[in-house]
């Protein structure tokens, strides 16, 4: 059975750092991809970051030079490293890893994913 776990969420003021993780287990590996995505209140969820093949990154344009997405293989886990945060940044994070050639998580229900919440 296949479970991705997202943590490291928090309420921090503008300017400040989270670094949130997503611990994949099962018969899935963060090798094939990983993806991070949020969604804000009354807003479509949208794609953060992603890194897939070789460590090919792709990142939105509202988070290039602050956020930076890794994996660690042993580990089976991914990270978003989140610096200089803004208010704009509040969200709800959430995760993906590549299942095969397909991205696990699909349709509307992703889970609980971590609250980020920043102030100014």
């Known amino acids: 059975q296949v479970h991705l776990a997202e943590s490291g969420g928090g309420s921090v003021q503008a300017g400040g750092s989270l670094r949130l993780s997503c611990a994949a287990s099962g018969r899935i590996s963060v090798s094939n991809g990983a993806g991070w995505y949020r969604q804000a209140p009354g807003k479509e969820r949208e794609l953060v970051a992603a890194?897939?093949?070789?460590?090919?990154?792709t990142y939105a344009d509202s988070v290039k030079g602050r956020f930076t997405i890794s994996r660690d293989y042993r580990a089976n886990t991914a990270y978003l490293q989140m610096n200089s945060l803004k208010p704009d940044d509040t969200a709800v994070y959430y995760c993906n890893v590549k299942y095969g050639s397909v991205w696990y998580r699909q349709g509307d229900d992703w889970g609980q994913g971590t609250q980020v919440t920043v102030s100014s």
């Open positions: 890194i897939v093949g070789g460590g090919i990154t």
